[in-house]
């Protein structure tokens, strides 16, 4: 049961058997905006889903390879950052007592009986974003040169400004001084 299905990450739960199924999936660009993401430009992103599926849970394991274009965070340029994580996901049906020792540091999702499907989509989109750092900027000496010349340029013309420095508090250390008299 390995099918390809593109952008909706959505898993059959009624009539899964017990035991292993796996699934494929594709997303693109597409699949952020729905979302609303303006920071990712471009993606293409493989995704496995291998669930087992137990008496009272489902085991879920999201296998997430590809990459993301973003804007780098130095040069104003693309950068293309690799996506290569596999979250885990437990899910219990009804009112089941997930043991959070037991899911160790998986995501526990409780579903109602009679959901027939699981949407995976923002559990995907969450890892995927959780996975980029939080500085985004080409190696060094990989950002467009145009651009540093220019920050430079900005960076020298502004340290020259301030060659006499502003003490916006110096005026209260007078009115402590005349307190006192």
Known sequence: MDE????DIVIPVKGLPFGESS???EIGEPFFQEFGNTQIKDADCGIHVSVFRHQTLLDITCAIAGFVVVECDR???DLTLKVDIEPRLMVGFGSVDVDAEAAGDEDV???DRSESELNLNQFVYDYICLSLPLVKVHPEGKCNPEMLRYLS?????EDAGESETVRPFEGLKDLLENKDK
């Open 153 to 157: 340029d900005r960076a020298g013309s």
């Open 4 to 7: 390809l299905h593109l952008q």
């Open 23 to 25: 699934f494929r999936f």
């Open 75 to 77: 040069c104003l340029e």
């Open 109 to 111: 999702l409780v579903i």
